[in-house]
């Protein structure tokens, strides 16, 4: 696998960007992952000089994240940020704990919400969905989990599935993989400690160094619609290390 990306996420508490930016060039990536704090408050002078410093490390960020309140209320200004920064893919990442749904109408209901709120950006061109965590795969009362709610709500949205948190969701990810394979246009790589370990990097690892058959999962993943692979660490101590093992790893595979 060549073009691996990092989601900027990993390296959100080892600032300076510009610092950021050159490690990842240097240890051999060629695509990242933006998240809305990045970009969304800045100017557009201060995008365009963002972008020159993808340019000056090789670097793209064909996909990016954005929070649904941007998303609903100013898709021109995304529009703007993406098509300024290269972006081709937006994906929805998080729902907050207050804002959840209960029940299987309300979880479609959101799916729906989703489905309209992304008609900006496909009538664009761009690809958008939704990206997961953990709840997304906990059962509601009638058995049933969120995400199928989400989709059948959202018969157009794309799925940037993040395997591991499938996993610490309590789900089989081979089988979501199976189900919604032409859904499935970017994955997250990242892997889980085993039991017990790495916990001042709340449970996570390097890709390659925990739990997750990765080699197996980008065999499975080979027959979805996947296009981006993205690196992600939710709080390394060293996002260099991540940066390093975890590209080798993903490129062995």
């Given at each position: 696998m060549k073009d691996v990306s990092f989601q900027l996420y990993s390296?959100?508490?080892?600032p300076p960007l510009a610092e950021v930016l050159s490690a990842l060039g240097s240890a051999g990536y060629t695509q990242v992952e933006g998240y809305g704090a990045l970009y969304v408050a800045l100017t557009d002078t201060e995008i365009a000089e963002f972008k020159a410093g993808l340019d000056r490390?090789?670097?793209s960020m064909p996909t990016a994240h954005f929070g649904l309140d941007m998303l609903e209320k100013d898709p021109v200004r995304v529009l703007q940020i993406a098509n300024a920064l290269g972006i081709r893919a937006i994906y929805c990442p998080y729902l907050m704990p207050?804002?959840?749904p209960n029940d299987a109408a309300g979880w479609r209901a959101f799916g729906a919400r989703l489905q309209a709120a992304g008609k900006p950006f496909r009538d664009a061109g761009l690809d958008f969905g939704w990206h997961n965590h953990d709840f997304e795969f906990h059962a509601l009362a009638d058995g049933s989990v969120p995400l199928d709610h989400i989709f059948a709500g959202g018969p157009d949205l794309?799925?940037?599935a993040d395997?591991?948190?499938i996993v610490r969701g309590g789900a089989d990810p081979f089988a979501w993989?199976?189900?919604y394979a032409d859904r499935i246009t970017a994955v997250h790589v990242k892997d889980i400690a085993p039991k017990g370990e790495k916990t001042d990097e709340d449970g996570w690892a390097d890709v390659g160094e925990g739990t997750l058959d990765w080699k197996r999962l980008i065999g499975a993943l080979a027959s979805t619609s996947a296009k981006y692979f993205i690196a992600e660490?939710?709080?390394p101590s060293d996002?260099?290390?991540?940066a390093k093992r975890s590209l080798a790893s993903i490129q062995s595979y």
């Open positions: 390296a959100r508490n080892f490390n090789g670097l207050d804002e959840r794309s799925w940037e395997i591991a948190w993989i199976s189900k660490h939710d709080n996002f260099r290390r991540f």
